[in-house]
Nanobody, 121 residues
């Protein structure tokens, strides 16, 4: 079994910062891409940022220059540093990874349980 555990949920004022962390544990052979998605009330889930095992990153236009995704391959963790937060960043944030449990199995996609970020005065 592989599990994703997220942390960093919180309430922050506009302009503030917050860091989200996600840790993958269990039987893991390798993790390829790690991502953060978010889903605001009444809206579809959207990709916020992604990072490959080689360190290549991509960001949604709405967070470029404000959010930074990083990972620690040795610890199977991914983080999302969020700066200059805006009320429109309020959402449930989900960790998402592509991983292999053994060298002989195909990649599977896993989701975290979600963590709530609220940006409000």
């Amino acid at each position: 079994q592989v599990q994703l555990v997220e942390s960093g949920e919180g309430l922050v004022q506009p302009g503030g910062s917050l860091r989200l962390d996600c840790s993958a544990s269990g039987s893991i052979y390798t993790i390829y891409t790690m991502r953060w998605y978010r889903q605001a009330p009444g809206k579809q889930r959207e990709l916020v940022a992604g990072i490959t095992s080689a360190g290549s990153t991509n960001y949604a236009d709405s967070v470029k220059g404000r959010f930074t995704i990083s990972r620690d391959n040795a610890k199977n963790t991914v983080a999302l540093q969020m700066n200059s937060l805006k009320p429109e960043d309020t959402a449930v944030y989900f960790c998402n990874v592509d991983l292999k449990r053994t060298a002989y199995t195909r990649y599977i996609e896993l989701w975290g349980q979600g963590t709530l970020v609220t940006v409000s005065p």
